[in-house]
């Protein structure tokens, strides 16, 4: 067992500035994570790998991050039950549309999560992350809940520009 709780995966690393938001959140909510490169097409046996340790090792869920023929989440479920947390990422031809297909369409039987195209995606997947931990932790939900009062008291806060 290590302590790591949350794996954050991606196909490339052309993948990282969308899937570093997730990180950020993690690191925000100090959640013990990892990050790496991990393809399930250039390096099937080591995600094979990855997912078939995911729990001996304690990983409460893994985050996977991938962009057009998208199957690292869908495969990385198919060897564990550790939740996978699929974030589709926009790709440079069809604007990850592919992406969210691919990984939505899991058949009946082996679930993923799938969040939104891009940032938000990565976003919210760490914090579905974070809000399953939080069921055990009840610091870490009050941490959570203070993280949506401020994000409301700055949605009460905006303005727009005044008639012309
Ligand atoms: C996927 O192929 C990756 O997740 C990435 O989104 C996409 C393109 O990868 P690169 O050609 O940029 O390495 O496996």
Known sequence: MTDIKVGVLMGSSSDWPVMQRAVEILEFFDIPHEKQVVSAHRMPDQMFRYAETAASRGLSSIIAG??????????????????????????????GLD??????????????????????????????????????????????????????????????????
Not at 135 to 150: M, S, V
């Open 66 to 95: 991938a962009g057009g023929a998208a199957h690292l989440p869908g495969m990385l479920a198919a060897k564990t039950t550790v939740p996978v947390l699929g974030v589709p990422v926009p790709s440079r031809h069809l604007s």
């Open 99 to 164: 992406s969210l297909y691919s990984i939505v369409q899991m058949p009946k039987g082996v679930p993923v999560a799938t969040f939104a195209i891009g940032e938000a995606g990565a976003a919210n997947a760490a914090l579905f992350a974070v809000a399953m931990l939080a069921i055990g932790d009840p610091q870490l939900a009050e941490k959570l809940q203070a993280f949506r009062i401020e994000q409301q008291a700055k949605a009460q806060a905006m303005t727009l520009p005044p008639e012309q």
